[in-house]
């Protein structure tokens, strides 16, 4: 029989709790789980572990100045929604940021060097030329440009120059240009070809030099002279210029009728003019011919002009000689005095 002053082994008086649990005796029931309390109930004399009620324990009454409370998972969820929006843009302007900073200071990716544009002739005198072109339409200018002539590079210019200045060029002659422009040791494509001309000297500035073959035709006073053939004919006559470049006074030399003769012609503009004395027309014939000292007056102009071994010179002239005799005699022979004139025409 059970004793009424004990419970579970504990003494009366005492704090009434529960001894431990058997393994598994008949009777009792153990429950394992996330429930954390626990009540002990007497019945048929032994002690049942019971699951708590499962209605809800009464509210705990709040303060009203506190706010209610928040379970974890709602906080996260708070945190999730308050962070969410932020990230995103925060995300979008980095990939912008990055983008446009990869597009302008990312070393392998430079902007494209364009091939120079819009080349312009300028002014020209009869040995330079200028010419120019057009800044790039986009991106930086090039670290320098570089300027060919039939393919050879002939000069360059910095990035911010536009133009170029070509000289010591020959007269009347055309040139071709191309311009590519230069960054980082890399070259463009070339520019279109640019076809730019020297300006053309006026006859006056052209030299007179070398040989030429003269045409020789008697115009008037030649009825009593001997040895002339039929009144034309051609010699070689050569012109050297006193000066080593440019027009000024020559030194013709050369045959008429056979006999040598030299004068000095001085210059202006494209007039030359001198006079020499010579005996090119005998008096008589055979062998009792005698010279006569005759005075040949030779005024010559430029008719056309060419450009050689770049320079401007005369490629054709025309003039007219006069030759006047004065009255000669030799023994029973005597010539009167004469004039006779005759057109000039040379070419090399």
Request: a positive charge; aromatic letters at 6%.
């Amino acid at each position: 029989m059970t004793d009424p002053d004990r419970l579970g082994g504990q003494r009366e008086g005492a704090i009434a709790v529960p001894g431990p649990l058997p393994a598994d005796p008949a009777g009792y029931e153990y429950h394992s789980g996330d429930e954390a309390d626990w009540t002990a109930e007497v019945s048929d004399g032994g002690i049942t572990a019971a699951r708590p009620s499962a209605s809800p324990p009464p509210p705990v009454p709040q303060d009203p100045a506190e706010p209610p409370p928040v379970t974890a998972a709602a906080a996260v969820r708070r945190r999730r929604r308050r962070w969410a929006v932020p990230v995103a843009v925060i995300a979008v302007v980095a990939v912008l940021g990055l983008s446009a900073g990869l597009a302008i200071w990312a070393p392998w990716h430079s902007p494209p060097l364009l091939r120079p544009a819009g080349l312009t002739a300028g002014p020209s005198t009869t040995s330079s030329v200028m010419f120019r072109w057009s800044r790039p339409a986009t991106g930086p200018a090039p670290d320098r440009y570089v300027i060919l002539h039939d393919g050879k590079v002939i000069g360059s210019v910095p990035g911010t120059v536009t133009n170029y200045h070509a000289a010591g060029l020959a007269p009347a002659t055309a040139y071709r240009y191309r311009v590519a422009a230069v960054r980082g040791g890399k070259r463009s494509a070339l520019s279109s070809v640019l076809v730019v001309s020297t300006s053309t000297p006026p006859l006056s500035a052209a030299r007179l030099q070398g040989r030429w073959a003269v045409a020789i035709k008697i115009l008037r006073g030649g009825a009593d002279l001997r040895g002339a053939g039929s009144g034309r004919w051609t010699e070689s006559w050569l012109a050297s210029p006193k000066c080593p470049a440019g027009p000024c006074a020559v030194k013709l030399s050369g045959r008429i009728n056979g006999s040598r003769f030299k004068a000095t012609l001085t210059r202006v503009g494209a007039v030359y003019k001198g006079k020499t004395t010579a005996n090119v027309f005998p008096c008589g014939s055979g062998a009792n011919s005698f010279p006569i000292q005759s005075t040949l007056t030779i005024r010559v102009t430029v008719t056309a002009a060419q450009v050689g071994n770049r320079a401007w010179t005369a490629s054709s002239w025309a003039g007219t000689m006069v030759v006047s005799a004065p009255y000669t005699s030799s023994g029973a022979y005597y010539c009167t005095a004469s004039r006779l004139t005759a057109s000039l025409s040379a070419n090399p």
